[in-house]
């Protein structure tokens, strides 16, 4: 198997276990309030199945890391560093601001979530565009 074709089966592998993650991850946060309604075993049973396809979408990132070239390492961690570092930044900022009372409403982390995802793909687009 040439490169382009291992490297393309590896991001196909890590899009699948991402849209399971993130399906599951739905079935969790949803499921008891639209699907079996308060159940508390089968909410359990949809967290573990979550927590257990997000160590495989886990796993599937770092094969897809150690099947690429340098250069998309480097692309890959630098927008992965930057990510952490400003979701840290943002998160902490973002918990102040609702300790201290200055947004209406309490912080969500799906709020968080959403900004680590977009930030993400824009360090993505903007080492692309740099290195590539």
Request: positive net charge; without cysteine.
């Amino acid at each position: 198997m040439n490169t382009k074709t291992a490297k393309r089966k590896n991001l196909s592998r890590l899009a699948i276990w991402t849209m399971a993650w993130t399906i599951s991850t739905a079935l969790a946060t949803f499921g008891s309030l639209f699907l079996w309604e308060g159940n508390k075993a089968l909410t359990a049973l949809s967290i573990l199945l979550n927590v257990g396809i997000g160590v495989g979408m886990v796993l599937a990132n770092r094969q897809f890391l150690e099947d690429s070239d340098e250069l998309e390492k480097k692309v890959q961690l630098e927008a992965m560093a930057l990510t952490l570092g400003f979701t840290l930044i943002v998160g902490i900022a973002y918990s102040i601001m609702d300790s201290t009372n200055l947004i209406p409403g309490d912080a969500e982390i799906g709020f968080l979530v959403a900004f680590m995802g977009i930030f993400y793909m824009i360090a993505l687009v903007f080492n692309r565009k740099r290195y590539l």
